[in-house]
């Protein structure tokens, strides 16, 4: 079974998206902001991480820099509802850091789904 790390501080959002992963089949880890997303991370390797943008204590784009620092560097779907720049600022800032796929919120469940089997073939 594939793995898929999932942070958002957003608990509706981090819920919906994790219900959906597993009954896709994925076993999946939740986490509610950037620290603690890195954390799981080193402590479980998953396969992919989708990660939100705008969190408190540590941001997404800081959780991109550092996984793209490894290798292998993991698979990464960046997703946000921008916040005061909005999502044109951050989503194509998280590209150019490392994210294989960027998602602007809301979105429909099925483009997330398709993104991670892109990623997860
Ligand atoms: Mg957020």
New binding site residues.
């Given amino acids: 079974m594939k793995n898929i790390l999932v942070i ?3 608990e509706n ?1 981090l819920k919906m998206m994790c219900d959906l992963l597993s009954r896709s089949g994925y076993g999946v880890f939740p986490a509610m902001d950037g620290a603690q997303g890195l954390d799981m991370y080193y402590a479980h390797r998953p396969d992919l991480v989708i990660t ?4 408190p204590d540590k941001e ?1 784009l800081e959780v991109i820099m550092e996984l793209a620092k490894l290798t292998p560097k993991p698979k990464i779907i960046a997703i ?2 921008g ?1 005061k720049l909005g999502p044109q600022t951050y989503l194509p800032l998280a590209e150019m850091l490392g994210a294989d796929h960027i998602l602007e919120k809301p979105f429909h469940p099925s483009e997330l789904i398709d993104y991670v089997k892109d990623l997860l073939v």
């Fill in positions: 958002d501080d957003n959002m939100d943008l705008i969190m997404g946000s509802g916040g």
